[in-house]
Nanobody, 122 residues
Framework: QVQLVESGGGLVQAGGSLRRSCAAS????????MGWVRQAPKKEREFVAA????????FYADSVKGRFTISRDNPKNTVYLQMNSLSSEDTAIYYC???????????????WGQGTQVTVSS
């Protein structure tokens, strides 16, 4: 089992930045690929970003490429999502997720965090 606890959500103005964190515990975290997924009101869940267990490979949705950066600190068992140039289109509940392989999927991860609201005001 992997437990994921998120932090760093909240309210930010358009054009601003926010950093999400996701702390993992349980089985060997450093061998898990990690991802971020979001769901806006009345919309389907959307893949945002993913990172391999080593951190050497990253993947992004086209909608966030160039604005968001995923990273991880394995000694701290934590994955981050740095979000810059935020717009109202980024308003959503953001979930971190873990799996044994990297997934650019919004649904197929084995483990999920509790989700945290990010609201971008225009």
């Amino acid at each position: 089992q992997v437990q994921l606890v998120e932090s760093g959500g909240g309210l930010v103005q358009a054009g601003g930045s926010l950093r999400r964190s996701c702390a993992a515990s349980g089985r060997t975290y450093s061998r898990d690929a990690m991802g971020w997924v979001r769901q806006a009101p009345k919309k389907e869940r959307e893949f945002v970003a993913a990172i391999s267990w080593s951190g050497s490979s990253t993947f992004y949705a086209d909608s966030v490429k160039g604005r968001f950066t995923i990273s991880r600190d394995n000694p701290k068992n934590t994955v981050y999502l740095q979000m810059n140039s935020l717009s109202s289109e980024d308003t959503a509940i953001y979930y971190c997720a873990a799996d044994q392989i990297v997934r650019s999927s919004a649904y197929d991860y084995d483990y999920w965090g509790q989700g945290t609201q990010v609201t971008v005001s225009s």
